[in-house]
Nanobody
Framework: QVQVAESGGGLAQAGGSLSLSCKAS????????MEWHRQAPGNQRELVAQ???????RYEDSVKGRFTLSRDNAKNTTYLQMNSLKPEDTAVYYC?????????????????WGQGTQVTVSS
């Protein structure tokens, strides 16, 4: 089983900054993808940023140039630095980890989610 723990978030004013971190722990062979998603009230959950095991990163268009995603493979942790925050960034932010499990007889890929952390940006 893999546990995903988010930290950070909180309250910021428009134009301010916040940082989030997400750490995966538990039984797994490796991590393929680490992502941040967000869900605002009344909206569907959307992908904000993704980083793969080889370091490829992609961002949702509305956060490009403002958010920076990084990853520490040794710590199984990803970091999301959010700058120039806007009120529309207000949401619960969730971390998703795609872990690889390899045994002597099986290869599998499973998705794990954190509990979410609130980000609120005031105007």
């Amino acid at each position: 089983q893999v546990q995903v723990a988010e930290s950070g978030g909180g309250l910021a004013q428009a134009g301010g900054s916040l940082s989030l971190s997400c750490k995966a722990s538990g039984s797994m062979t490796s991590i393929n993808v680490m992502e941040w998603h967000r869900q605002a009230p009344g909206n569907q959950r959307e992908l904000v940023a993704q980083i793969t095991s080889d370091g490829s990163i992609r961002y949702e268009d509305s956060v490009k140039g403002r958010f920076t995603l990084s990853r520490d493979n040794a710590k199984n942790t990803t970091y999301l630095q959010m700058n120039s925050l806007k009120p529309e960034d207000t949401a619960v932010y969730y971390c998703r980890v795609e872990a690889i499990h390899i045994t002597s007889t099986r290869w599998s890929r499973r998705s794990y989610w954190g509990q979410g952390t609130q980000v609120t940006v005031s105007s």
